[in-house]
């Protein structure tokens, strides 16, 4: 029975949210840098807790004995006040712009992606992916030059190979999103399609072209942008990661130098994740 109590409908949210996840290492600062040039685009730059702060807000409020002695009485209503609440809170996160279109950048999107599609049924998700042995790469060329300084997790200790395989476990800083990104394969057609996966290699040889899908996806139109030529504002606290992920930001974009890969190292990526380099690397693992 539906609840006398309920409204019409809940309002949807006020703004255009951009989320950007993916990967570490993958171009999500550069790409949220160049979103911002956008004239109609509102894009900080920095790392949002927003999505921790609504998953945090979900876990304590689901440990509430009140309201769950609510949800007896009338749960519809309890979850049409839920929807409302949270949606309100991404609309005030967002207040100090008026600018229609937001950009919000975590990692944490792409675990919570159908909590992002129940606030905002029409949610574009940018999702951030790199050659994993690069990735890997780059995390060990930083952490040579910081090697005084140990890892959050704290992996200095351990052998690159080690090293490597912690990243790239079930759990790790890069196989745990990567494994998120190949669950989403599972999902309907409709909900697929409100991902766009930028490869970090097509963004920095081709910044204008890939910025010009991007900008087209979203139903935004291209501005006119020098690449070489960019506006760098300050860019998120690297101490917080103790220097090993770096956030700095150029005024212009240009392919990094590749990183050399233990060919053990490699081999091993290319026999665990296959359908990385199959969906966006296709003949690299046959070379």
């Known amino acids: 029975m539906t609840s006398p109590h309920l409204i019409a409908e809940v309002p949807p949210l006020q703004k255009n949210l951009i989320y950007v996840t993916g990967l570490p290492r993958a171009g999500s600062t550069l790409l949220c840098q160049l979103l911002g040039t956008h004239p109609d685009v509102y894009s900080p730059g920095h790392s949002s807790p927003l999505c921790s702060a609504l998953v945090g807000m979900r876990h304590q ?20 006040r839920l929807l409302a609440s949270f949606r309100g809170f991404v609309d005030g996160w967002f207040r100090e712009t008026e600018k229609a279109w937001v950009v919000d950048k975590s990692r944490g999107w792409l675990q919570h992606f159908h909590t992002a599609l129940a606030l905002d049924p029409h949610c574009k998700m940018l999702v951030c992916i790199r050659e994993p042995g690069q990735i890997l790469g780059s995390v060990e060329s930083r952490h040579r030059k910081t090697i005084m300084l140990d890892f959050q997790d704290h992996m200095a200790a351990l ?4 090293r490597a395989d912690k990243l790239m476990g079930a759990e790790g800083l890069v196989g745990g999103p990567l494994k998120a990104m190949e669950a989403m394969q599972d999902n309907p057609e409709e909900e697929q399609s409100r991902l766009f996966y930028v490869v970090f290699e097509h963004l920095v040889s081709n910044p204008k072209e890939v910025m010009a899908g991007i900008y087209q996806w979203l139903g935004l139109p291209v501005p006119d942008v020098d690449y070489s030529s960019l506006p760098v504002h300050p860019h998120e606290s690297d101490s917080y990661y103790r220097g090993k992920y770096p956030h700095a930001t150029r005024s212009s974009v240009r392919p990094p ?14 026999t665990q994740f296959p359908w990385v380099y199959d969906t966006f690397y296709p003949g690299m693992a046959k070379r």
């Open 159 to 162: 052998t690159p190979y080690a």
């Open 257 to 270: 130098d590749p990183h050399a890969v233990p060919a053990r190292i490699q081999k091993q990526l290319f």
């Open 61 to 80: 409020l689901s440990d509430n004995d009140f309201l769950l002695s609510q949800l007896d009485i009338d749960p519809d209503r309890i979850h049409q």
